[in-house]
């Protein structure tokens, strides 16, 4: 049988693709999109921006949070049962 490498599909940065000049950060439903469902900033790994459009987003994303336009973090519900209840 033949090896099959999958060659990883090159990244582009959509505010470079789009010519954005500045991110802003009253833009709650864009800035989720870069954001994981725990309220963490994804990684550009991830996410595929460019270095200087990923410190933009960061600076955003933190100044909505100041603002209260996103969530500084999401409360986790665990299934685990607490600790008082088994005994």
């Known amino acids: 049988m033949a090896e099959y490498v999958r060659q990883p599909r090159k990244r582009f940065?959509?505010?470079?693709?789009e010519n954005t000049k500045f991110i802003d950060y009253k833009d709650a439903t864009l800035l989720k999109k870069y954001m994981t469902d725990r309220g963490k900033i994804k990684p550009s790994r991830v996410t595929g921006t460019c270095t200087q459009h990923q410190?933009?987003?960061a600076t955003a994303i933190k100044r909505s949070r100041e603002m209260a336009l996103v969530p500084y973090s999401v409360p986790a519900i665990s299934n685990r049962l607490d600790r008082k209840s088994r005994n």
């Open 13 to 17: 940065c959509q505010f470079c693709r």
């Open 55 to 57: 410190r933009d987003l």
